[in-house]
């Protein structure tokens, strides 16, 4: 009967929106929450569909076990009120640990849209043993969009999983432990703050932030004016999934780089020793710059050896571009103009 209200409930409150395309969420029910996706699904299956919003209040939606709740319709946004105060957290099995089996969304549908919110992962990661890989945003789509939106987990916070996906973060910020930003496509993070977190319970072992496979796009991740927070454990920029990774890192503050290790990259790959790992205009808290003139690491699988040379100079830098890597896609445009929609509803409805 409860559940029965509920839908009735979420069923009235979008038929009362409908003419502006609005779900609003009951606050702080994940019934709700869960209806209002599912409906979203239905009215936006069409990849053609006009843009749909969700609004999520402030308040802790509990999906207990519940993994994969999955987002199959296009050109919907999910809105939260606030990236810090509200929050979708899912707590799998430990047993149940998988790089495609815990998300707590997963994302199949294009031009999907995120704000405001977190997506937290709170797989019991200490007590995983040798893997805790605990997705938050499986994303097997393309076109979709973070902005502002923060991802807590340790092992495959984020996976990108479309080899020929394009994917835009921009002021978000992403936790992790060992490959907590991994696989496909072209990703670009823009003034993102990247957490690593402890990867024991002691702090010791070492951090890995990216694990790319990019194989099937020409530019793989690039990170532009991002900064790096480091709890305790020593971390890398990147190591070499399989295919032709590429991490590109510029511009980056190193809150504390003494803890990133001499080498910068993970040198001995997985499966790989091909790899477009860069970087360019490092600089420190303080904004000193602190990009080695030179950093050649030589990259090895097995008897293979790859060494290359991890610097661009300021020409190479130049092109890394967001019109550039998204020649038929502006994703800051669709966030200003999502921004101004959004702000508008929330202070209609909420």
């Not at 003034?191 to 977190?197: K, N, P, S």
């Not at 990019?214 to 990147?238: D, L, M, P, R």
């Not at 590429?246 to 499966?271: A, K, Q, V, Y």
Request: hydrophobic share 35%.
């Amino acid at each position: 009967m409860k559940r029965l209200f509920v839908v009735f409930t979420c069923v009235l409150m979008a038929l009362g929106c409908l003419a502006q395309r609005v779900i609003l969420v009951e606050k702080g029910s994940t019934q709700s929450l869960l209806d209002a996706i599912s409906q979203a699904n239905e009215l936006n299956a069409d990849k053609d569909a006009k843009p749909l919003y969700i609004l999520i209040p402030d308040g802790f939606y509990d999906l207990g076990e519940r993994v994969l709740t999955r987002i199959t319709g296009h050109h919907i946004a999910l809105i939260g009120q606030s990236m810090s105060g509200t929050v979708i957290q899912n707590k799998p099995d430990v047993k149940n640990e998988g790089l495609s089996k815990t998300a707590v969304i997963q994302n199949r549908g294009s031009e999907n849209y995120f704000q405001d919110l977190t997506l937290k992962n709170a797989l019991d990661y200490y007590a995983a043993g040798a893997a805790g890989r605990a997705a938050t945003l499986h994303d097997k789509g393309t076109h979709t969009i973070c902005n502002r939106v923060r991802l807590l987990s340790y092992q495959d916070t984020y996976y990108s999983d479309n080899d020929q996906c394009q994917l835009y973060f921009q002021d978000s910020e992403i936790h992790g432990t060992v490959d907590f930003i991994c696989g496909d496509g072209d990703v670009w993070f823009e003034r993102c703050r990247l957490v690593t977190e402890k990867r024991t319970l002691d702090g010791s072992g070492r951090n890995v932030i990216t694990a790319p496979k990019t194989s099937k796009t020409q530019w793989g991740y690039i990170f532009n004016h991002c900064t790096v927070e480091n709890i305790v454990s020593n971390f890398e920029y990147a190591r070499g999934w399989s295919g032709t990774p590429h991490s590109i890192w510029l511009h980056t503050t190193l809150l504390t780089p003494e803890r990133l290790n001499p080498t910068r990259f993970d040198s001995h790959g997985m499966r790989t020793i091909q790899n477009d790992f860069k970087e360019y205009g490092t600089i420190d808290a303080q904004g000193r710059d602190i990009t080695p003139r030179s950093n050649v690491v030589t990259f090895t699988l097995k008897d293979e050896k790859n060494p290359v040379e991890t610097i661009l100079t300021a020409d190479e830098a130049k092109r890394y571009t967001v019109k550039r890597v998204f020649l038929d896609w502006n994703p800051q445009k669709v966030i200003r103009q999502t921004e101004k929609k959004a702000k508008k509803l929330m202070k209609r409805h909420l």
